[in-house]
């Protein structure tokens, strides 16, 4: 068998408009080349193929079933040099042509997701892959190189990661609507006595500062539940009890039914962003300190 020869994609795209068209008098006008053109092209790939591709019937081709395989094969080439071409624009654009993102869970369900918005609104050749995990999780798959980006609590010790500051906050009270407590301007630890408290169940800043606080004082709860921190403002909303959070989350995360208060004493809060070194001066970067906003 002689040895094939398809260092033109001019060949193929006339093949599959052939296909699609079945006529040589279609396909030139679709293509804006000659009819002669059309099937001398034809011609040329039939003989270098080995193959009959099409029946000649009078004005009409009849596409064989060896052109029906090879117009399937030919789709997802073409799908695959148009990834290609989306790769290259971001490539030139960012460096990148996909950027793998890791969050904390309590910037994982609003932050994130708003920042990876604005980032695509006017860079849509770009491709995100995003996922939740722990503070540690997100810094080992950084480290790693399983992800370009991860966003995380502070502080945290890498020898191998930048690491930009990104937010401080401080710890708010998140309450059922209706609440005794939901009239106060400001919730104090004392006002936690004899309350369902709902915390999360990783670690958590606010969370193992308020428990030690507790226990320090030697507070009585009259409970405690303990849930994923996605679920945290659905259970206060059901009246199952009061939250401590940083204020990020609780804005994304509450609606109509709970309100937020101030918390006192202050538990503050330190999010960053971290990185490979060698990210330093790349374009994603920018795009996404361009994007940040809370």
Not at 178 to 188: D, M, Y
């Amino acid at each position: 068998m002689a040895e094939l020869n398809l260092t033109s994609l001019k060949s193929l795209t006339i093949f599959k408009t052939l296909y699609e068209t079945g006529s040589a008098t279609k396909a030139a006008k679709a293509l804006g080349i000659t009819q002669s053109g059309v099937s001398r092209s034809l011609a040329v790939l039939e003989e270098n193929l080995e193959l009959s591709l099409f029946i000649r019937d009078k004005n009409r081709l009849v596409a064989k079933p060896e052109a029906e395989e090879l117009y399937k094969a030919i789709l997802g080439l073409m799908f695959n040099l148009d990834e290609l071409k989306h790769s290259i624009f971001a490539l030139r654009e960012f460096g990148v042509s996909r950027i793998r993102i890791a969050s904390i869970p309590g910037l994982g369900f609003g932050f994130v997701p708003r920042l990876i918005a604005g980032m695509l609104k006017d860079n849509t050749k770009l491709n995100v892959y995003f996922d939740i995990m722990s503070t540690p999780e997100v810094v080992r798959g950084v480290e790693a190189g399983q992800f370009d980006l991860g966003f995380v609590t502070m502080p945290i010790s890498s020898e191998q990661l930048q690491t930009d500051l990104i937010a401080q906050t401080e710890a708010v009270c998140v309450i059922p609507k209706g609440h005794a407590l939901a009239s106060r301007e400001t919730v104090s630890l004392d006002d936690l006595a004899g309350q369902q408290m709902i915390f999360a169940n990783q670690p958590n800043v606010a969370a193992d500062k308020v428990l030690k606080l507790i226990e320090e004082k030697q507070l009585g709860l009259a409970g405690k539940t303990e849930a994923n921190i996605a679920s945290i403002c659905s259970l206060v909303e059901s009246g199952v009890g009061l939250s401590v959070m940083n204020p990020i989350t609780a804005a994304d995360c509450v609606g109509e039914g709970a309100v937020i208060r101030p918390f006192s004493p202050s538990i503050s809060y330190s999010f960053g962003m971290v990185y490979q070194k060698r990210w330093r001066d790349n374009q994603i970067i920018k795009l996404v300190h361009a994007n940040l906003a809370f």
